[in-house]
């Protein structure tokens, strides 16, 4: 099995290839987690300087660290500079480059060039994470599969997610996540992806981004990356109006997905079963096939077309397809709980936003109980805070029997459900998750289901864990 030596990492980076060096190696970003054989990168963050951690690295194993600054290791040191030079190297090593960021992805744009995997490359306002699973659950029904873990979807998770290939891998899925415009482009010029999945556009990251339109144009730039078809497949979500229009610019081939039978691949029957997932009719070149799939919510159905379409695409029938959406895979961001006096709570707490939140809501009101949603600040919308806060209040009000909202810019979810017509003796507005789990406390029924979603900075887990039957 060909995978990743220290050789190919110096190489990556420098351009220069040591004799010897042949031993596997693991790049990593956390000195804890180092062991025999590993390369810790050091990293300078807001609040942490990696270069303060490479003596623990080597001390817990790692055989070399990737620096931009000096630091008190007694190891060999290997300066990249333009015509490095040809010298033996030894072990622990410091490679000293003048940008660690550069240097990782130098490294990652060498090895994704050594190997040739299938890459598909996954964006969009909201849904990214789930895509990429259910989409690797479709491909591992016939392949061995590698895709990006957690939150490695930036410029610096995507790379070390390509510098773990081996060429027993015949693909890889990677999430591609964006604050502004040139940063897919970038993550695809390492990447080269040959499909591209767009899942939607939302003012997601608005206050970096600065408008809708530039948000679009960002999104766009993974279609635009793609080589042209045959090779290239542009996956588009036909029911947004945005994505829908990125298929004049790509010189991949285009495939629609959504709800419209204009689509290529479309979906019609779509029932919501609670936690059980969702059933739904599915269309495709004259044929069409049911299939229940342990996804959550309406939503969903967008998620089965897309990893349907891959398959599609892809070469892979129907029953590998269908196989893979109901194959077990590993727990997506909403996951229910017990909570105290037999209460059920829908942890959605990883991140929100005004899609992702109506969503999580549409859901709840599919279920059978008394509903309360505790919900958080929606961080980085811009312009469409208030909109969007006051969007997602009023869906509540015709869902949940009490809301409680966490945060300054959740009192227009509040004000929202009160303008929509939940009674305001409902409504409780709390400053912080402290407040808010004194008052959850306080007006908890038996079996009561508890949706609790906020946007990560908000911390709302710490709701969940008061509440949560199994947490002493």
Known sequence: MKQLTLADLIEGISGWRPEGMQMPVRPILDSRAAEANTIFFAFKGENVDGHDYVADAFKRGAIAAVIERDVDVTADVLEVTPGAPDRTVTTPLLIRVRNTLDALQNAARFWRQQLTPRVIGITGSVGKTTTKEVVTKV???????????????????????????????????LEMGMYVRGDIRTLAEIARPHVGIITNVEPVHLERAGSIENITLAKRELVESLPPAPDGVA?????????????????????????????????????????????????????????????????????????????????????????????????????????????????????????SALAALNLLKTMEGRKIAVLGDMLELGDYEEAGHLKVGCRTANTVAELITVGERARYIAHGAELCGLPHQRIHETPDCETAIVVLREILQPQDIILVKGSRAMKMEQIVMAINKEVP
């Open 139 to 173: 491909l591992a029904s016939r392949y061995r599969v590698q895709r990006s873990t957690g939150s490695y979807n930036n410029e610096i998770g995507l790379p070390l997610t390509l510098l773990q290939l081996t060429d027993t891998d015949a693909y890889v899925v």
């Open 235 to 355: 996956i588009l979500n036909y029911d947004d109006r945005r994505v829908q229009a990125m298929a004049e610019h790509t010189q991949a081939r285009v495939f629609f997905y959504g709800l419209s039978p204009q689509a290529d691949l479309w979906a019609d029957a779509v029932e919501t079963q609670g936690l059980e997932g969702i059933r739904l009719r599915l269309h495709y070149a004259g044929e069409q096939l049911y299939v229940k799939v342990p996804l959550l919510g309406r939503h969903s159905a967008h998620t089965v077309l897309r990893a349907a379409a891959v398959g599609l695409v892809e070469g892979l029938d129907w029953q590998d397809i269908v196989d893979g959406l109901r194959a077990p895979g590993p727990q997506l961001r909403l996951v229910a709980v017990q909570g105290l006096q037999d209460s059920l709570i829908l942890d959605d707490t990883y991140n929100s936003s005004p899609a």
